[in-house]
């Protein structure tokens, strides 16, 4: 069965800190998503990743950055953690043009 | 940036009965996908469509696409209290990895 896994379900970080979201799947999967879902707004992405050490900018990449060192991870890392970044984040892998399969969810709180 | 846009935005029926929600995307497609997430939780894929398919279905679910208005409708049928959940919509154009999802529709099913 097909599983992505992500580290956290909830995470309270303070202004400024260094947040590392990390996110698994065991499908062998050659792309990784990651977007972030607001209420009113949908899901919107903010990087994605075709191939170990490739990385793509998505439609709201700013104040994030991303890491692939191999296939079956990829982490999602805000520098300096604002407020305006408190959100649900949610990782998502695929194969090539199909069905993306998504992980759980991290609820990520700012404060 | 959003492509697709579901309506209506919330949808509230009695288990038994059917529920239809719609879909307008603005640029030419590859596939679209619905996919359903329940609260709090990371989103299920349920039926992907192909740009050259008018009608899907997969269990209770029917989906319908018109490539021409560019819409597309997914129809639940003898809804259960377990089909509560936000829908989603993702589109996906030619000779790209991306999804653009929608804003959502959400049902809720009354016992």
């Known amino acids: 069965d097909v599983k992505v896994t992500q580290s956290s379900r909830y995470l309270v970080k303070r202004t400024g800190e260094k947040v590392f979201l990390e996110c698994v799947q065991d499908m062998d999967h050659e792309n990784m998503f990651w977007y972030r879902q607001d209420p009113g707004l949908g899901l919107r992405l903010i990087y994605f990743s075709y191939d170990v050490k490739m990385k793509e900018k998505g439609d709201i990449p700013e104040g994030y950055s991303v890491s692939r060192e191999k296939k079956e991870r990829f982490s999602l890392i805000l520098e300096s953690a604002s407020t305006n970044q408190t959100s649900m984040y949610l990782c998502?892998?695929?194969?090539?043009?199909?069905?993306?399969?998504f992980g759980p969810g991290t609820r990520l709180t700012v404060t | 940036s959003q492509q697709g846009e579901e309506d209506p935005q919330a949808l509230s029926i009695q288990e038994g009965e059917n529920a239809t929600m719609n879909c307008s995307y603005k640029t030419s497609i590859n596939n679209l996908q619905w996919y359903r997430q329940n609260s709090g939780r990371g989103l299920v894929h349920l039926i992907l469509i192909r740009s050259n398919e008018r009608e899907k279905h997969s269990g209770r679910l029917r989906v319908t696409l018109d490539t021409s208005k560019k819409s597309s409708s997914l129809l639940i049928t003898a809804s259960r209290a377990a089909d509560t959940a936000s829908y989603f919509c993702a589109t996906k154009r030619k000779r790209n990895y991306k999804l653009s999802f929608g804003a959502g529709t959400t049902v809720t099913v009354r016992a």
């Open positions: 998502a892998s695929s194969l090539s043009v199909y069905e993306q399969y």
